[in-house]
């Protein structure tokens, strides 16, 4: 899966990983910032977030247009510098008044122009990089390659950002509203490590900018479309985009409806195995949770090297590496002691860490039935991929069956009399959850990529952002329903997924004609 694919890829990979980092360190706190510093309610501080993720996905429809004309890498590189003043003004520490509540509206109106402008034209970039035929059969692979770089950026968000927040409380005693400064000063130095890697490695995705094409830099060969085909791809796009609004207002309901869930309804502590993956502390150094999802996924590429090294020095090498991180884990599992405080936040580590180890199995699994002649086409990967989802919310509504509703349940934690539910279901749901994404999303990425008129290559992946943008709005409609009786909530989450499903397969025969 990782080889045969263009040098330029990496470099971008990383340059994202970097950004998605700060940007996930941020966003792993942002609901509980809201409500911790300034106190607004579920409802009230849902609102906000949802109006930040639909904007901050919006912009790149601007932002494609723009680089549409004035090239891409210029685009990418302005808007690291805006993202750059965005966090630096959402760590300053002005408390809770309405210079702090001023300072913050503007600091996320810089991070959502600045992503606008970086977002969307790094994955076109990536996508020009398999323009070329020599790489064109990896185009779906590339960009999961592309997809899981930035999971590795954010699979450690939630856990560095509790480790700062709760080291700036014990340590400098900082009041918990304002700790929540120094976990997006993070996003800040990672944004600095994110433009580094930009520019050292530009030479190896320099050809792929579309300025320097037309500037007759690079040998570029577009193809011709008749407005009839423009027409139809745009049109077929618009359709893909239709299903991507409902993924993303459920999906990201990670940061809304189940974190919210961790906190009301989820043990608040953990023993035995489990607990070596839930756990913070004060020191980066001893990050539990880090260190040991690190082992797993470690663990899961160790594996899958001993089937597809094709020496016996490298299967052995990991075989050797597989066996020592199961071995450490199994150490620590035996030395278990106590419970450790479960904090809602860490659950957001999981999707992620999933993703970083599912990528290559799926990739396996693909690549094992293309070679058969059976590997789905992208819109069916993207079919089910919906229908992946509304598993996952299953899982919720199982777990949630017998749980009285929100007034009810902090009623019940006041008194110490609350039901709360293991955090395997919430663990479990981001796992089936993330394979959902995984059908979905990198292979919705690449199916732009490959079916975008060329003139217009900007424009329709800043479409696929402003469909995610409309999704992210959405996400408050769950928020506000906070309240209501679970199964209602999650139920309509899985009629929306399979409504969205079947959508797919009533016009898969006309996408897969426009992806040939």
């Excluded at 590189?77 to 309405?98: D, H, K, Q």
């Excluded at 999981?350 to 199995?361: D, G, K, Q, R």
Aim: some cysteine; overall charge positive.
């Amino acid at each position: 899966m990782f080889e045969g694919h263009p040098k330029g890829l990496w470099a971008l990979a990383l340059a994202n990983t970097g950004e998605r980092f700060g940007y996930y360190t941020m966003l792993a706190v942002f609901l509980f910032f809201l409500q911790d510093n300034f106190g607004f309610s579920m409802g009230t501080s849902s609102s906000i977030q949802a109006a930040f993720l639909g904007i901050v996905y919006f912009v790149p429809l601007f932002g494609g247009m723009l680089a549409d004309k004035f090239g891409f890498g210029k685009m990418v590189t302005s808007g690291i510098v805006i993202m750059f003043l965005g966090y630096l003004l959402l760590s300053l520490p002005l408390g809770a008044g309405a210079v702090a509540l001023g300072v913050m509206a503007l600091a996320l109106l810089f991070i959502c122009v600045g992503t606008g402008l970086f977002k969307g034209n790094l994955q076109v970039l990536v996508g020009n990089l398999y323009d070329d035929p020599k790489y064109s059969a990896k185009r779906d692979e590339g960009f999961s390659i592309f997809y899981m770089a930035i999971n590795l950026g954010s699979m450690f968000a939630a856990a560095v950002a509790l480790s700062i927040m709760a080291w700036a409380q014990d340590s400098l005693g900082i009041s918990k509203g304002d700790s929540y400064h120094y976990a997006f000063a993070v996003a800040c130095a990672s944004l600095i490590l994110s433009i580094v890697i930009y520019y050292a490695f530009r030479k190896t995705f320099a050809h792929a900018d579309r300025a320097k094409a037309v500037a007759g830099t690079a040998e570029v060969v577009e193809e011709e479309l008749t407005p009839a085909q423009t027409k139809e791809r745009i049109i077929c796009l618009c359709l893909v985009f239709a299903v991507v609004i409902f993924f993303w207002m459920a999906f990201h309901q990670n940061g809304i409806t189940m974190n919210q869930f961790a906190r009301e309804y989820t043990a608040t502590s953990e023993t035995g195995f489990m607990s070596l993956f839930l756990s913070k502390s004060l020191s980066f150094t001893e990050i539990r949770s880090f260190w040991n999802l690190l082992l797993c996924v470690i663990t899961v590429y160790g594996v899958l090297n001993i089937f597809q090294s094709k020496t016996a020095k490298g299967k052995s090498i990991a075989a050797l590496i597989a066996i020592a991180s199961v071995g450490v884990l199994v150490y620590k599992a035996m030395n278990v002691t106590g419970a450790v405080a479960v904090e809602a936040p860490i659950f957001q580590q999981f999707n992620p860490c999933f993703v970083v180890a599912l990528t290559p199995i799926i990739g396996i699994v693909f690549g094992a039935l293309a070679k058969k002649g059976k590997e789905p086409s992208s819109p069916m990967k993207i079919g089910l991929g919906m229908l992946v989802a509304a598993m996952a919310f299953v899982v919720l509504l199982v777990a949630s069956w017998s749980l009285p509703a929100a007034d009810e349940q902090a009623a019940a934690v006041a008194a110490g009399t609350a039901t709360l539910v293991s955090p395997n279901w919430l663990i479990s749901t981001y796992f089936v959850l993330t394979i959902a994404e995984l059908l979905l999303s990198p292979i919705g990425i690449s199916f732009v990529s490959k079916v975008a008129p060329p003139k217009y290559k900007g424009m329709m992946m800043g479409g696929w952002f402003v469909a995610t943008a409309i999704g992210n709005f959405l996400i408050m409609v769950p928020g506000l329903m906070w309240g209501m009786d679970l199964s209602i909530i999650w139920g309509v989450l899985i009629g929306i997924c399979l409504v969205s499903a079947a959508f797919i397969f009533s016009i898969l025969k006309r996408l897969e004609a426009v992806a040939k």
